[in-house]
Nanobody, 113 residues
Framework: QVQLVESGGGLVQPGGSLRLSCAASGSIFSISTMGWYRQAPGKQRELVAHITSGGSVNYADSVKGRFTISRDNAKNTVYLQMNSLKPEDTAVYYC???????WGQGTQVTVSS
């Protein structure tokens, strides 16, 4: 059973940065495609970024140039570095194993002055 645990969320001012982490267990992490999603109040969950086992990445247009997804297979962890944060980035951010399935519990990111 895949288990995913996110951390790193919080309150940040516009223009600030945060780094989210997602620690995985119960899967063969090194061959998983991993994704970060977010869900804002009253909106559908949307894909933010994903990274394949080979390191290929893809981003939503709204975060291109500001967010960076990366992975450390030795630590079974995927990261999301978020820079130049905007109020519209406020959401609960979820980690997903797109290969083996499974979702984390989510971590709240709030961008506000």
């Amino acid at each position: 059973q895949v288990q995913l645990v996110e951390s790193g969320g919080g309150l940040v001012q516009p223009g600030g940065s945060l780094r989210l982490s997602c620690a995985a267990s119960g899967s063969i992490f090194s061959i998983s495609t991993m994704g970060w999603y977010r869900q804002a109040p009253g909106k559908q969950r949307e894909l933010v970024a994903h990274i394949t086992s080979g390191g290929s990445v893809n981003y939503a247009d709204s975060v291109k140039g500001r967010f960076t997804i990366s992975r450390d297979n030795a630590k079974n962890t995927v990261y999301l570095q978020m820079n130049s944060l905007k109020p519209e980035d406020t959401a609960v951010y979820y980690c997903n194993d797109r290969t083996f399935g499974g979702w984390g519990q989510g971590t709240q990111v709030t961008v506000s002055s």
